[in-house]
Every structure is written in structure tokens, then in C-alpha cells.
């Protein structure tokens, strides 16, 4: 079955604490994306990867982070720092030249 | 230059209608267009794409129309069904430059009532 996962589906974060999100794909595509969605709003870039071992800021980086060691996998850490993280957020990957594919999102609320 | 609007915001239609959704960009280098289709809890999945090499692209009962020299483009669902019902986005990226990143209009609520 090819295709994007991201795991959890539900994540509950308290104050101060740092979180990761799962994105994998399975696509052999090389550059992948991480995108904040809020109520009512367009998608967000946070970060994105176009090759392994390298990522570049999108619109939204402040209080994120992400690493790409493998292909396969580019985690999002949604950290301390990040003061409105309660959101919902989409990882994607990219079949050349343009189509981005996403995965099912995983949905962070800030108790 | 940047932005990519879409309107409306939201949009009820009935059933067997014909629904129509309008993005506007400002950059001349942008020249991937895709629509994605989100329904509610789920990520977005492409519909249609369209290059500015061409003013019309029609995948069954969606229909992208592209006015180059307005810069802008809409998409057209035909014979609109409930199960249409949905929030729907248009994009725009540049190939090779940026790293394909896509720039996304608001989106568009879609409800088709029976």
C-alpha cells in the first residue's frame, strides 16, 4: 500500500511541553512538507525537505522543528516555544515536478 | 505576489447545480495549478491540476477554466451531488524554483443540498 502516514491522529499537549508528529512515505519521493492548517484558513507552510539531511523555513517556522535523516521519514516537533499550537497539521510529498500528495493530518490540542 | 485569493468563502448549491469557485494570483511564475478537494477530519486530496498552457481542463465533472492574461482560474463541478459537499482549495507553485512549494487560497466551503 503506497501512500503518506502521520501519527497520532489526536495529540494532546500540555503547557511547556515538546511534541513530535510522525510523517512517512513510502513514495520514493524526495521532498516532503509539513503544513499548519487553522478553522477557516488556507494551509500554512511550516517546513519543508527537498533532499535527505536538509530542510529550509517555510512561512510559519517559529517554535517548530523537523529532521530528515532517511527519506522515508520527516518528523515535526512542535516545541515549547510554538505559543498557539493547537491546530491541525498536514505532511506531504512531492511527485515531481509539482503534485503534492498529503497524508491524513494529525490533529494537536494544547490542554 | 504571493497570495493566491479564492472566493467565496462558502457556497450552497443545489443538487444538479452547477458550482463555480474563483482564485486569483499576481505572480507570472507561477505555473502549476491544482485544486484539492478536504473533507472534513482528512487531509486534502488533488482533484485536477491545470498548466497556463492551456485554458481548460475537464476530469469528469470538474472542470478547471485558466484566463492567463487575468491571472486567474476557477473550477467548475458540474451536476453538483452531496457527496460533493466538501471545503475546497486552489493552489499555485513555480517548477524548479522554491522547492515546488504550493501557495494556497482561503478555501471554499461546499454544501449541495438535496
Known amino acids: 500500500d503506497g501512500g503518506i502516514t502521520q501519527s497520532p491522529k489526536y495529540l494532546f499537549r500540555k503547557e511547556g511541553q515538546n511534541v513530535t508528529l510522525s510523517c512517512e512515505q513510502n513514495?520514493?519521493?524526495?521532498?516532503m512538507y509539513w503544513y499548519r492548517q487553522d478553522p477557516g484558513q488556507g494551509l500554512r507552510l511550516i517546513y519543508y525537505s527537498q533532499i535527505v539531511n536538509d530542510f529550509q523555513k517555510g512561512d510559519i517556522a517559529e517554535g517548530y522543528s523537523v529532521s530528515r535523516e532517511k527519506k522515508e521519514s520527516f518528523p515535526l516537533t512542535v516545541t515549547s516555544a510554538q505559543k498557539n499550537p493547537t491546530a491541525f497539521y498536514l505532511c506531504?510529498?512531492?511527485?515531481?515536478?509539482?503534485?503534492?500528495?498529503f497524508g491524513p493530518g494529525t490533529r494537536l490540542t494544547v490542554l | 505576489q504571493q497570495q493566491v485569493k479564492q472566493s467565496p468563502q462558502s457556497l450552497i448549491v443545489q443538487k444538479g447545480g452547477i458550482s463555480i469557485i474563483n482564485c486569483a494570483y499576481e505572480n507570472t511564475a507561477f505555473d502549476y495549478f491544482p485544486w484539492y478537494q478536504q473533507f472534513p477530519g482528512k487531509g486534502p486530496a488533488l482533484l485536477i491540476a491545470?498548466?497556463?498552457?492551456?485554458s481548460e481542463k475537464k476530469e469528469g465533472r470538474f472542470t478547471i477554466s485558466f484566463n492567463k492574461s487575468a491571472k486567474q482560474f476557477s473550477l467548475h463541478i458540474m451536476d453538483s451531488q452531496p457527496g460533493d459537499s466538501a471545503t475546497y482549495f486552489c493552489a499555485a507553485s513555480m517548477s524548479n524554483n522554491q522547492g515546488g512549494k504550493l501557495i494556497f487560497g482561503q478555501g471554499t466551503e461546499l454544501s449541495v443540498k438535496p
Open positions: 513514495l520514493n519521493h524526495d521532498a
Open positions: 491545470i498548466r497556463p498552457d492551456v
Open positions: 506531504a510529498s512531492r511527485a515531481p515536478p509539482n503534485t503534492q500528495y
